[in-house]
């Protein structure tokens, strides 16, 4: 089965449609930011503190959505720093809850193969009772970092395709 891709970064990637949302939105004082690398890579990193009641990083990309009615996975190819992190999707950016997979990161490069049935719906760190994701369709991704510590991160992501 052939990839889609969803974004694949390099030198020239735009990336106006990516934002960061820290916990600021909520008091918090994490500091997250997205930029692309002198390698074209993109870079998701910062500083996360538990003052205020802070604790969680975020950078979110919504596009016009994608039919993955014919997909079983997400594969991330990305480099982290040994951390643990959540991919979230949206089927509709208008819900209030996102479907989250946790990842962990082991310093290298690899390949993160997340099952689209494996997205289970949360949303403030709650998981819902409602179904795993059976969508026929996404509009928004989102990398986040709140380990409930504060700590320095940095995950630099090459491309996100669907399978």
Do not use: C
């Not at 480099?79 to 950016?93: L, P, T, V």
């Not at 997205?119 to 986040?144: C, H, M, N, Q, T």
């Not at 504060?150 to 669907?162: P, S």
Request: proline residues 4%; glycine residues 8%; neutral net charge.
């Amino acid at each position: 089965m052939l990839t889609q891709p969803v974004f694949d970064f390099n030198a020239a990637s735009n990336i106006d449609e990516w934002r960061v949302v820290n916990d600021g939105v909520m008091g918090g004082r994490s500091k997250g930011t997205f930029d692309i690398n002198a390698e074209g890579h993109a870079l998701f990193s910062g500083q996360i503190s538990l003052e205020n009641n802070g604790g969680f990083s975020s950078v979110r990309y919504g596009f016009p959505k994608i039919d993955v009615s014919e997909k079983s996975e997400i594969i991330i190819l990305l480099k982290g720093d040994k951390k643990a992190y959540q991919f979230r999707i949206k089927d509709n950016s208008r819900n209030y809850y996102s479907y989250i997979f946790p990842f962990s990161t082991n310093g290298d490069w690899q390949n993160i193969h997340i099952p689209l049935n494996e997205f289970y719906p949360s949303f403030r760190g709650r998981k819902l009772d409602l179904p795993k994701f059976s969508e026929a369709s996404i509009e928004e991704i989102v990398f986040l970092i709140g380990n409930k510590k504060a700590e320095r991160f940095e995950l630099l992501i090459d491309k996100i395709e669907l399978k």
